[in-house]
């Protein structure tokens, strides 16, 4: 199954600064962008309008409209973090990575594939289970500045060359080039 991963530039403490940073001005900031939960517009099936709860209900906790505030709040807040929402903090946190810093691309995978490079991996997974519980239908991970300066060279090099690494040399190349020009980490994040 195909995978998208998609490409942050963002200084990983930065990130990781924002949970438990209780910053009620850039908290407020990204739930002013989201979607309004609204049961009576049909986002939450099971639920029906008339009994809502709120915040509060279940039936609306588990839509997507009701789930990413809550994510948000949750990161904010540093947890708790309840493993049957473990989707959600990712895809919060990567609310969060497209207003520190810019996306740069992204790139289909799928793992098992025998030619993806270590460094989409990399990108994909190497901090799933750190400071969420872990999933297996979404993950995030990270290469930072210094080894994208080390793999610039190698990746270019690629990159012009007659293997292409099943078409991640270019894009690497360029992610690496983005990193060590800005001076900042890559951040990925997948699902699917």
Same mark, same amino acid.
């Given at each position: ?14 990130? $990781? ?46 839509? $997507? ?24 903090? #990712?895809?919060?946190?990567?609310? #969060? ?52 300066? $080390? ?42």
């Amino acid at each position: 199954m195909s995978h998208i991963l998609h490409v942050y530039l963002v200084d990983l403490a930065e990130v $990781e600064a924002v949970i438990g940073s209780k910053d009620e001005k850039f908290l407020g900031r990204l739930l002013a962008e989201l979607p309004k939960h609204d049961p009576g517009d049909g986002c939450c099936e099971p639920c029906d309008a008339a009994d809502c709860e709120g915040a509060d209900c279940e039936e609306c906790y588990r839509c $997507e409209d009701a789930q990413h505030p809550q994510a948000l709040q949750a990161i904010f807040a540093g947890g708790p973090f309840e493993e049957d929402h473990a989707d959600t903090y #990712i895809s919060a946190l990567e609310l #969060i990575c497209d207003d520190l810093g810019p996306y740069i691309g992204d790139a289909s995978f799928w793992f098992g594939y025998k030619g993806l490079p270590e460094e989409i991996l990399s990108l994909a997974s190497d901090m799933d289970g750190d400071l969420f519980p872990f999933t297996d239908s979404t993950g995030w991970g990270h290469i930072g500045k210094e080894s994208c300066a $080390e793999l610039l060279p190698e990746w270019e090099a690629n990159a012009a060359g007659p293997d292409d690494h099943g078409g991640y040399a270019a894009p690497l190349a360029t992610w690496f080039r983005r990193s060590v020009t800005e001076k900042k980490d890559l951040i990925g994040f997948w699902a699917g």
